[in-house]
């Protein structure tokens, strides 16, 4: 599995290596072992998947608040979609900053979004698939927090196909960073 880091501590991308012949391929996509050596000890608790229909589709900026916080292991498995991390850990070096990556079946990477970031994604093809595994809490619907997408602060460049008419009532009616409260802190 080849991992790659980024200037914003914490968020990593993981590709694993696909096996192939002219029948297909093998993808080793998770390996605990492997993973609590590069990435850190987390225990995984619940596995997600979502289907969007329609390209353009924005769903977050989304995130869990303690007790039940989250980190999110992000891949594609049908169609395409453009996947951001946003650090909201206040007093972080790299705070307000984002990261954003392609997901696509093909390319098998998987994004890493920890505890103290927004996640948030834009499907670039019809009958995108989103499958992430979820660490920490399960979901407390009173933990559940969100930050506006399009927030100017932050500044995500957002694929060209960014509907904001594909928008849940919730997701457009969520906070700037500016009035965020501090649900994270940076800790060195």
């Known amino acids: 599995m ?12 993981l590709t694993p290596r696909h ?5 297909g391929y093998f993808a080793e996509t998770f ?14 608790v619940q596995d997600n998947e979502s289907l969007s ?18 980190g999110k292991l992000v891949r594609c498995t049908a169609g395409a979609l453009f996947d951001v991390a946003v650090d909201i850990r206040r007093g972080s070096p790299t705070y307000g900053q984002w ?3 392609t997901l696509t079946p093909d390319n098998g990477k998987q994004l890493w979004v920890p ?3 927004a996640h948030g994604f834009c499907t670039l093809e019809p009958n995108t698939v989103i ?10 619907a009173e933990c559940d927090k969100g930050l506006a997408w399009n927030d100017p602060a932050i500044g995500i460049t957002w694929p060209a196909a ?27």
């Open 115 to 117: 505890p103290g970031f």
């Open 19 to 23: 096996i192939g012949d002219d029948r």
């Open 53 to 70: 229909a329609r390209t353009g589709t924005v769903r977050g900026l989304h995130f869990q608040s303690e007790p039940d916080a989250q």
């Open 31 to 44: 390996r605990a072992d492997l993973f609590a050596k590069t990435v850190g000890h987390y225990r995984f």
């Open 99 to 101: 990261i954003g990556e």
């Open 2 to 13: 080849e991992i790659q880091t980024f200037d914003i501590a914490g968020v990593m991308l």
């Open 131 to 140: 499958a992430y595994k979820v660490t920490g809490g399960y979901y407390n």
């Open 162 to 188: 960014a509907d904001p008419e594909t928008l849940s009532p919730k997701d457009s009616k969520q906070p700037l960073l500016a009035d965020l409260p501090a649900y994270f802190s940076w800790s060195a």
